[in-house]
């Protein structure tokens, strides 16, 4: 190995706690079109769903996510959502929400976070952060009022060395046409 890549390897490892490696996992998204549309439903809807090999990320690894995806609130201020992420069968993150105001405005919903090995495969710390944009954050590029954003914590007992699924999810506490969530792109990836 030449001596600058060696440098740099080690500067990686040191800049990411001593993780220098990142798996890109398969995600869904394309060119601008919806890819999973919530609507008009309360049954649970699964905005994103991916099955993360056992043993991948070892007994410190991290597995990473993100979703992307536009918020239409619009029925009656009553009505709810509930968010949940699951890994493994195990609900990690489990949230009723609600923007402060119906509107005909396309919101942004960004949800991201990280579910991390505590020093062994069965033990994880996870942490959620969902984040609701403004009316109409969505289609006038970032106008942030009346946003509202939720972070979670926990710990979890998940077996890390068996085959486990990651899901999102949504149910809608109304059957509405004017309640959507319409989801673009949503990745995953682990480091260890």
């Known amino acids: 190995m030449k001596r600058s890549s060696l440098i740099i390897a080690l500067l990686a490892s040191l800049l990411l706690g ?9 995600y869904i998204g394309n060119s601008g079109n919806p890819i999973i549309d919530a ?22 690894g991290c597995l990473k996510f993100e979703s992307y995806s536009s918020l239409l609130y619009n029925n ?12 493994g ?8 929400l609600k923007p402060p105001a119906v509107s005909a405005g396309l919101r942004g919903l960004l949800v991201t976070g990280s579910i ?8 994880q710390a996870t942490f959620v952060n969902v984040q609701i944009g403004g009316v109409s954050s969505f289609t006038s590029n970032g106008a942030a ?37 319409k989801t673009y792109e949503a990745k995953a990836w682990w480091t260890t």
């Open 18 to 26: 001593g993780r220098a490696h990142a798996q890109f996992l398969p």
């Open 39 to 60: 609507v008009n439903s309360t049954s649970p809807f699964n905005l994103f769903s991916q099955s993360i090999t056992g043993g991948d990320l070892g007994t410190m």
């Open 76 to 87: 009656s201020t009553s009505d709810t959502f509930t968010l949940i992420l699951s890994y």
């Open 89 to 96: 069968g195990v609900n990690v993150y489990s949230g009723a």
């Open 116 to 123: 991390c090995n505590a020093g062994v495969t069965g033990t």
């Open 145 to 181: 009022s009346n946003g509202i954003t939720a972070v979670n914590g926990a710990t979890t007992a998940t077996d890390s060395t068996a085959t486990q699924t990651l899901t999102l999810s949504v149910t809608w506490s109304a059957a509405s046409a004017n309640d959507e969530i």
